[in-house]
């Protein structure tokens, strides 16, 4: 079965080193050291227009978890359906309740609004904090998610390997597995053949320095140690390399 990559990406910019590096299929984000957040409809028109890949976009109002209040969902929902109105191949998003499991009303509305579009529902990291990744891989399944990314609830997916195999033996034929987190040209190709997954997804992160970021007594950093002056981006050749690694 033919194995995709997908590129994670938190601008323009990122995208067109994806795509350089050979990537069919990105998930478009913003704020990508917040986990990812929502990217604007700039940043998507550009890449529709002047790029040949297939764009998940990221649909996330804010940092932290995924329990999320009416505003933050009318947000989301409103979100969403320009996305998809401006091309959008899909949607990433995920929903749980206070007590870490599948919000089923809210995912069913996304879900709703996605379908009728004839895009493609990707639930993401969300699921790797739910109380019972089997329940909810089925609740999941039920609702009539296409696919779901994951780390196997687990800080990395090769820390996770052994819930992603399983989850793709008993769940593979039903929804797509996407995994994700801590994934490179080193590991991928182990990966994929211990767990029997096609479809893996990293960030292929390199980082820039930007002089402007920090003086004595102000600091816009996010970055730590050597580069806590430096953003990140998505290394074209790192991608390249990635997607030899797994031929």
């Not at 938190?10 to 984000?29: F, P, T």
């Not at 764009?55 to 359906?81: H, L, S, T």
């Not at 320009?82 to 191949?89: I, P």
């Not at 008993?170 to 479809?199: D, F, H, T, W």
Request: charged share 20%.
């Amino acid at each position: 079965m033919k194995r995709t990559v997908e590129i994670c990406c938190g601008s323009y910019e990122d995208a067109v080193a994806a795509v350089s590096g050979g990537a069919k299929r990105i998930e478009l984000n913003s704020a990508l050291f917040m986990g990812g957040l929502t990217p604007s409809l700039g940043t998507l028109r550009l890449v529709k227009q002047t790029l040949n890949c297939e764009v998940i976009a990221m649909v996330r109002p804010r940092g932290a978890g995924f329990c999320y209040n009416a505003v933050d969902f009318q947000v989301m929902m409103e979100d969403a359906k320009l996305l998809l109105e401006n091309g959008a191949d899909g949607i990433a998003f995920g929903f749980l309740t206070k007590n870490r499991d599948i919000n089923i009303d809210k995912t069913k509305e996304m879900l709703t609004l996605i379908h009728s579009f004839h895009k493609q529902a990707v639930f993401h990291r969300a699921f790797d904090c739910c109380n019972d990744s089997y329940q909810a891989i089925e609740q999941l399944i039920t609702l009539g998610i296409d696919r779901i990314l994951t780390s196997g609830a687990q800080a990395t997916a090769i820390q996770g390997s052994e819930l992603i195999k399983k989850l793709q033996e008993r769940y593979g034929k039903q929804i797509e597995l996407l995994a994700g987190s801590g994934i490179n040209a080193v590991n991928a190709r182990e990966l994929i053949e211990e767990c029997g997954i096609n479809q893996i997804h990293s960030s292929c992160k390199e980082w820039i320095s930007d002089p402007t970021t920090k003086t004595d007594m102000v600091s816009y950093a996010y970055g730590t140690g050597a580069f806590s002056d430096c953003y990140d981006i998505v290394d074209a050749a790192k991608v390249k390399a990635l997607i030899e690694s797994i031929q």
